[in-house]
């Protein structure tokens, strides 16, 4: 019997037509139900029976998949420098910039996020691939408890990042570009994969002025496995970049974050009082940043790679570096997991290694051995 | 018609059974895989390029969690004393290798070992779905076992899933090219996921963590990334270097 036949079957109206089901038992008290009759009674059953734990089944996604809500530590065991204390003036290494974004790049002065109309441009959706703090996912379900959405927050100063899995469109390339973009989400196995669009124009990492623009597109691939998170953003940018910018972190599950405050909102204030109400914008113009050849000077590599050139980022490029890096004498300065902490809570018990930075009496007190 | 519904319930048993199952029987590995690894990745060095290029200063172990013993281990180093003792291969043993700037080749040994080849200090790892009854004397690579983490696959639903693997019986080596140590107490896990975009790029995401009792204070966690490369013709084998 085919299914659409069985549905009538079970939904004719008894009023018009009693169904076979409906008048089997009375022919059978009447003595005069046959063996077809029967048979017919237990196919619908069977039929029904199976189609009834289908559909519930059917309701459900194909596997359960993972659950992200949560708290994540922060492992700043990537680019640490970048995530904690910022970045090097003047370096790029590893970036594909275009020739546009190493030009802005280099007019970047230290000042610039001072100014009041740049103070939240840092915090952009994804800039938590280059914070030093937490992230927290939770998600956001309708009546009937299905997710709509996954919320990404943390270290964000702007916004949270909402991931719709509801399946809406993205809007309009012409629509309002928000603090938090626009992002949508489905899952691949244990992968949740994100793609963000409608973004501001935004520095991507921390303190050294590399732009992107707000024609940049996120795709995100976010996966839990046990305690580890990880995500990996692929950023795509026709303005400031030659090729996608690819970057994968590690977050590790805090089963006692979860009352930790967000970092969600971006206030803004005076910092330099000078600067205030005067127009100007701190800036270098082109060929006078001073710090154009830090890398150079301090760790002997080629200005082409400080300076974000895709080739640089390609085993290859270590023919070019063969012949022409020396390494310098010794580590100077942020050589430690922990620097500006060593000594104090949160370091890491007996370091002594040379932060550059630690105060020659709080070195002294700390390399001193244990009584 | 008792066998309609039995057949039934036994198709959506199946079907439930078949999710987020893993360790496949060891000789069905290959025919199992729920994602194809094999190909030519390359490392792309957007990440630690300072650490990962070239061979840092002496002394510069940022970011790895190392205790007391390890920084003096670090501090210690020194690569005539490797060269002379024919070990300028330390950084290249498996937790090192594979965040170094590597092309590698991931191909099926047999139906059961998949085969990771790198030009960078042409090395082999072998990653063993099968068994072993002994895995052999401590080596730069290890003993490495691997599984398929299959997700979804049921009722003709997309199959997903990742390769898990654990290295240890490892000699010890460097985490990083300028004497970071680990011991060879140091245990290697890994997990090897494949991400696509609709542009065809495909990505490969190696989240890894380091444990050493020896010389960690806590698990070095990080996640390493790799691009398909359809050119392979950038494949440039290169004996281990001690200083470079």
Sequence with gaps: ???????????????????????APRARAEGRGTEAQRQRIKKILCVSVSLCVGMIMLDKPAFAQVELGGTYAIRMYEDYIERGPGSFLGDFTGMPMSDEGRAKALRYSSSLPSTIERQCLAQSPWVGMYRPLALRFWSEVDESGRVVAWVMG??????????????????????????SGFTTGHWEGDTLVARTTHVKTAWIRRGVGI???DQSTFTAFITRRENLLTIMTVQEDPIYLTEPHVVSRVWEFDPRGSQGPLRD???????????????EVPHYLPGQNPEEDYMVRTYNIPKEAAMGFAHTLYPEYRKTLRSTY?????????CCGWIERQGLPGAAPGLTCNDGNLPAELRKAITAPAR | MKSTLLLAILLMTASVGAQGRAAQAPAAARADAPIDLTGQWVAIISEDWRWRMITPPKGDIVSIPLNLQGQQAADAWDPAKDEAAGEQCKAYGA???MRGPIRMRISWQDDSTLKVETDYGTQTRLLRFAAASSPGSRSLQGFTSAQWIVRGGGRG????????????????????????????RAQFTEHWDVHSLPNGDKY??????VDDPVYLQAPFQTAIHYKLERDTSKWDPTPCDARF
Excluded: F, Q
């Design chain 1, 1 to 23: 019997m085919g299914s659409n036949t069985m549905r009538r079957e079970i939904l004719r109206p008894t009023t018009h037509r009693p169904s076979t089901l409906l008048r």
């Design chain 2, 95 to 97: 937790p090192g290798l």
């Design chain 1, 211 to 213: 732009p992107g623009s």
């Design chain 1, 265 to 279: 909102t971006c206030n803004v204030g005076v910092e330099i009082p000078s600067l205030e109400d005067t127009g």
């Design chain 1, 326 to 334: 020396k390494p310098p004498e010794s580590c100077g300065r942020y």
């Design chain 1, 154 to 179: 943390g270290d964000y100063l702007r916004d949270t990042v909402r991931i719709w899995m509801d399946g809406r469109p993205h809007p309009s390339a012409n629509a309002w570009h928000s603090p």
């Design chain 2, 204 to 209: 490969l995401v190696n989240t890894n963590v």
């Design chain 2, 157 to 184: 639903a997309t199959r997903y899933g990742s390769l898990k693997t654990i290295t240890n019986n490892l000699r010890p080596g460097y985490l990083r090219k300028n004497g970071v140590p680990y011991s060879e």
